[in-house]
């Protein structure tokens, strides 16, 4: 805690930098020593998910999240967490308090950065020409979902509510164009 603390401008530099840091033998032992070492690094954490995996949240805390809430012989893609809001974060943190106990859950991590310049520079003009369109499918309530990781909360369960009204208006504030299907 007092090293992210009082190294807070070196990290962000290291951050920015290369894209991620990576810390080893801290002595946290709880979801709540978690929360407790990044609120220490940055005090404005933000525990608004709006991705598409199923997380609990963990130990009593308010900031830390389970990775996923899937078997871990699920493969989950390269992704970048919630870049189709208006203000996606600007940074993530991940711990691991306990080694796995089965095969798979690895979580890889990738410089996105460094995968957009290497794209061939034609391939970038089309891309940056064409725009990019993200599209989320949830399923109804009640309809299960066992195959496609980035669909398996229905709209009620990432919206948190059941209100087509409310869900609508969420979708305007952040400037998301969405639709009913099915009805």
Do not use: C
Request: proline share 7%.
């Amino acid at each position: 805690q007092e090293f992210l603390e009082g190294n807070r401008e070196w990290v962000n530099k290291a951050i920015l930098d290369h894209g991620a840091v990576l810390f080893r033998g801290f002595p946290l032992e709880t979801a709540q020593d978690v929360e407790d070492a990044l609120l220490a690094f940055n005090p404005n954490l933000n525990n608004e998910y709006q991705g598409t995996s199923p997380r609990n949240v963990q130990g009593g805390s308010d900031f830390v999240f389970s990775a996923a809430e899937v078997p871990s012989h699920y493969p989950i893609a390269q992704h970048l967490d919630m870049s189709f809001l208006p203000s996606p974060p600007k940074q993530l943190y991940f711990s691991a308090l306990q080694a796995p106990q089965t095969v798979g859950g690895e979580t890889a991590v990738a410089d996105f950065r460094k995968v957009y310049q290497d794209l061939p520079a034609k391939l970038r003009r089309k891309l940056e020409e064409k725009k990019l369109m993200y599209r989320r499918t949830h399923h109804k309530v009640g309809e299960e979902n066992t195959h496609d990781v980035a669909a398996m909360l229905s709209w009620p369960e990432l919206f948190g509510t059941e209100d087509k009204r409310e869900v609508e208006k969420m979708a305007r504030t952040d400037n998301m164009p969405m639709h009913w299907e099915g009805e």
